[in-house]
């Protein structure tokens, strides 16, 4: 059934223009026909989940909205750990299939409470399981792709029902092949977990994976590698996001943003030795030099001649706004749109905000910070009609 809804109540900035045309079906096999339905009657479509990676700008969107808001947890598979290995660690498996309308959190909550760890970390995250692989969410050291076995996705392409494997998926920092231009519903994800039951009859306690971020080992008291109970990982994470306005409180309005607005940029090593000592960065794998190799010079067999890794590094995007001079709270003269008081890195509307106040905003950010540093920022969420 098709409905006006306004956009402003169904995404997180509580921005979206006039009401638009909508359907939700609520299982997956409406959701397909319908979608199929739409798609065959409308140029403009546009899938939205929870909404809290999206800005739409103030014109709104001119086509059928496609909100996925099927639910459910099915288990596909459950190895529980022998006795042995759970001494030395979680080994066994949790298969799951999640509907792609499941709101994350709900899930991690569900997986924490059943002892299956993996996904602990990215405790609190907005948002619906079927956008999570879209931009490979992440955050206190775990990602998606951790995680992700493969998704089950609608393609607009062949209208047919596929099984996309994770190695299809162009999984990385913040995108993956849907970000980057695949068009289809995610329909449903699976994903595989570490059964921690045995190893939690023998410790007493379900422990989550190695801790990897050290902001997070900071607050358990712990060192990175170590491993904690789960409840405890998930009520921290939840702890040290609500510091950051980085948990969906309606009672703060820093939280009607898009959560970060823009991602850590990663640059060569040899640039960021260009920035003060201080601005943090963190190595990233080295990649092949990107060169044009003369014909003699390559047989086609074995490694490429003389070809030298260059060294990546991600810094802090926080960090260069910081030092570029936009201060936690800052806002433009007359804007509704202020830079959030608890963190450089989300922008926010403060009541009443439009989309072009958000982009006015992230356009005098980018701006000091390309004036600044010469680096040039990325917005994160989707933008709908919006341009910096
Ligand atoms: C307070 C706050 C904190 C946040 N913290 C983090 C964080 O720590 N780490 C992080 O990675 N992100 C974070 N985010 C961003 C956001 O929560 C995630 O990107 C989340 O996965 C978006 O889910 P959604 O359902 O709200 O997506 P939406 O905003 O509804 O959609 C985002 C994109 O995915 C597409 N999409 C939605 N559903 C589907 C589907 N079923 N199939 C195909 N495409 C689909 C949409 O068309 C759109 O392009 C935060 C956001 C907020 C508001």
């Not at 409406?30 to 739409?38: A, F, H, M, Q, R």
């Not at 596909?76 to 080994?91: F, N, Q």
């Not at 695949?182 to 190893?199: F, M, N, P, W």
């Not at 920035?275 to 794998?285: F, Q």
Request: aromatic content about 6%.
């Amino acid at each position: 059934m098709i409905e006006p809804v306004a956009l402003s109540t169904l995404t997180t900035f509580q921005i979206g223009g006039p009401p638009v045309a909508r359907v939700a079906p609520v299982t997956e096999h409406d959701l397909i026909n319908e979608t199929l339905v739409v798609w065959g009657m409308a140029e403009n479509w546009l899938l939205l989940g929870g909404g809290s990676n999206t800005v739409v700008a103030d014109d709104g969107f001119d086509g059928i909205v496609i909100h996925v808001v099927t639910r459910g947890i099915e288990v596909l598979r459950s190895e529980t750990t022998s006795e042995a290995d759970a001494v030395t660690g979680p080994t066994g498996g949790v298969r799951l299939r999640v509907q792609a309308g499941e709101p994350w959190d709900d899930l991690v909550a569900y997986s924490v409470d059943r002892g299956w760890s993996g996904i602990e970390a990215l405790s609190g995250i907005p948002g619906s399981c079927g956008a999570a692989p879209v931009q490979n969410i992440g955050a206190y050291g775990q990602e998606l792709a951790d995680s992700l076995v493969a998704i089950d996705f609608l393609s607009y392409e062949t209208g047919e029902v596929e099984r996309l494997e994770h190695a299809d998926l162009g999984l990385g920092y913040r995108t993956s092949a849907l970000k980057q231009g695949l068009r289809g519903v995610v329909l449903a994800i699976e994903l595989k977990l570490h059964d921690t039951a045995a190893e939690a009859s023998v410790l007493g306690s379900a422990l989550g994976q190695p801790l990897k971020y050290a902001q997070l080992a900071g607050a358990l008291g712990v060192q990175l590698g170590d491993r904690v109970p789960l409840q405890i990982v998930r009520a921290t994470v939840l702890g040290l996001r609500a510091d950051k306005g980085m948990v969906l409180d309606p009672s703060d309005p820093d939280t009607f943003s898009a959560g970060s607005f823009f991602t850590n940029p990663i640059v060569t090593e040899a640039f960021a030795r260009s920035l003060p000592a201080d601005a943090p960065r963190w190595p990233l794998a080295a990649e092949p030099a990107d060169r044009v190799i003369p014909l003699e010079e390559y047989t086609g067999v074995g490694p490429v001649p003389g070809e030298e890794p260059v060294r990546m590094v991600k810094l802090s995007a926080a960090w260069l706004i910081e030092h570029a001079g936009v201060s936690r709270g800052f806002r433009l003269p007359g804007s509704r749109a202020a830079v959030s008081s608890k963190h450089t890195l989300a922008l926010t509307n403060t009541g009443g905000a439009t989309a072009e106040e958000v982009a006015e905003l992230a356009r005098y950010v980018l701006g000091r910070v390309q004036a600044e540093f010469g680096v040039n920022l990325q917005p994160e969420p989707v933008l709908v009609g919006l341009t910096l």
